[in-house]
Every structure is written in C-alpha cells, then in structure tokens.
Nanobody
Framework: QVQLVESGGGLVQPGGSLRLSCASS????????INWYRQAPGKEREVVAS???????IYADSVQGRFAMSRDYAENMVSLQMNSLKPEDTAVYYC?????????WGQGTQVTVSS
C-alpha cells in the first residue's frame, strides 16, 4: 500500500509559477513508476510527467520546457515545478505511483491559472 498526499496547488496568474509536492508513505525505491497527471473540467485525465526507474523523465508535449519533475529519495517526496503557467494548465493535478503490487493515487490538488 502506498499513500500519496499532494500539496502546493492554488491560484496563479498567467506566466506565474507553482511547485506541487507529493509525499509518499513508502520509500521511492520501492516505486517502479511515479507520475503526475491532471484532469481539467470536462476532459479526460492526462499524464503530465512520468518517471520510470532506470529511465529518463518524459513530459507531455504541452508542458515540455515549462514543467520539471524531481525526486527526493531521502524525504520520499516528488515535486513538480511548473513555470510559465497558462490558463489551459488549469486542472486538478494528481500524483500516481505504481509498484509491483498496485497502482496508487493521491487525492489531487487544484491548480487555477487566471488573471
């Protein structure tokens, strides 16, 4: 079982930045893949950034160059730095972790980009 708790969402103006955090109840070393998804109103959930152990981080085309995911193995924390935010980045952002035993989700954190 892995519990994930996101934080850091909020309201930001276009062009601004936010940093999301995802705290894991388990060591990141036992997680095979850790990912950030988002879901905008009326749209399907989509992957934003994906890291699989032993591979490089992959970003959605829509966020490439603006978002960066990082991992803190000492704190069991994953972060998503979001820069140059656009109104179309508005969504609920979810942290996701996949292990040998299951697929786990956080509760989500709202990000609203608006002037």
């Amino acid at each position: 079982q892995v519990q994930l708790v996101e934080s850091g969402g909020g309201l930001v103006q276009p062009g601004g930045s936010l940093r999301l955090s995802c705290a894991s109840s388990r060591s990141l070393f036992v997680i095979n893949s850790i990912n950030w998804y988002r879901q905008a109103p009326g749209k399907e959930r989509e992957v934003v950034a994906s890291f699989t152990r032993g591979e490089r981080t992959i970003y959605a085309d829509s966020v490439q160059g603006r978002f960066a995911m990082s991992r803190d193995y000492a704190e069991n924390m994953v972060s998503l730095q979001m820069n140059s935010l656009k109104p179309e980045d508005t969504a609920v952002y979810y942290c996701n972790a996949r292990t040998d035993f299951g697929n786990y989700w956080g509760q989500g954190t709202q990000v609203t980009v608006s002037s």
